[in-house]
T-cell receptor
């Protein structure tokens, strides 16, 4: 059974800091990994998608990396802003077998950026 | 605007009632999913469908049913067999195993 773990569970930083969120997964047959943002009471917003053949993806101040051999992904946020405060979730998609196409989520990291 | 629409935003269910949550997408995605979110438990997969008229159980399908009669629609019925239905329900869609997009969710409460 695939498992996804996110560390830390919560993070509080002052505005302007660069920060790293961690995601680890047990699936050896990962197809891709996706990072999401969730604001309170809202749905998920897709941030970045990394295919299993890729090492990293960048969008603006966000950079996500993927290391299949160690089962890890990181989301780097540069120059954090109060508007970045949200819960960040990672999800890996399995490549085949009985879990084909299934997205497995971590429990998320709650990020608070103080002005 | 293209996207995923879930309705209603809030839903109240009495004991023993069946209720249906709506999910519609105009993204022309073939795959659709239903997730349940509870505090401290993350998102758990209820059902998913990769093509019209076909769907598979996820990790917590008991007490739920779905249909996929149209590509753009994937309604979820919470039956009276689901003993603890109070949760936030999220619908998603994707092109195959590509990037998944989510709706804004339906919060279901048992009264």
């Amino acid at each position: 059974k695939q498992e996804v773990t996110q560390i830390p569970a919560a993070l509080s930083v002052p505005e302007g800091e660069n920060l790293v969120l961690n995601c680890s997964f047990t699936d050896s047959a990962i197809y891709n990994l996706q990072w999401f943002r969730q604001d309170p009471g809202k749905g998920l917003t897709s941030l970045l998608l990394i295919q299993s053949s890729q090492r990293e993806q960048t969008s603006g101040r966000l950079n996500a990396s993927l290391d299949k051999s160690s089962g890890r992904s990181t989301l780097y946020i540069a120059a954090s802003q109060p508007g970045d405060s949200a819960t960040y979730l990672c999800a890996e998609r399995n490549a085949g077998g009985t879990s084909y196409g299934k997205l497995t989520f971590g429990q998320g990291t709650i990020l608070t950026v103080h002005p | 605007d293209g996207g995923i629409t879930q309705s209603p935003k809030y839903l109240f269910r009495k004991e023993g009632q069946n209720v249906t949550l709506s999910c519609e997408q105009n993204l022309n995605h073939d795959a659709m999913y239903w997730y349940r979110q509870d505090p401290g438990q993350g998102l758990r997969l209820i059902y998913y469908s990769q093509i019209v008229n076909d769907f598979q159980k996820g990790d917590i399908a008991e007490g739920y049913s779905v249909s996929r009669e149209k590509k753009e629609s994937f309604p979820l019925t919470v039956t009276s067999a689901q003993k603890n239905p109070t949760a936030f329900y999220l619908c998603a869609s994707s092109i195959g195993q590509g990037e998944a997009f989510f709706g804004q969710g339906t919060r279901l409460t048992v009264v």
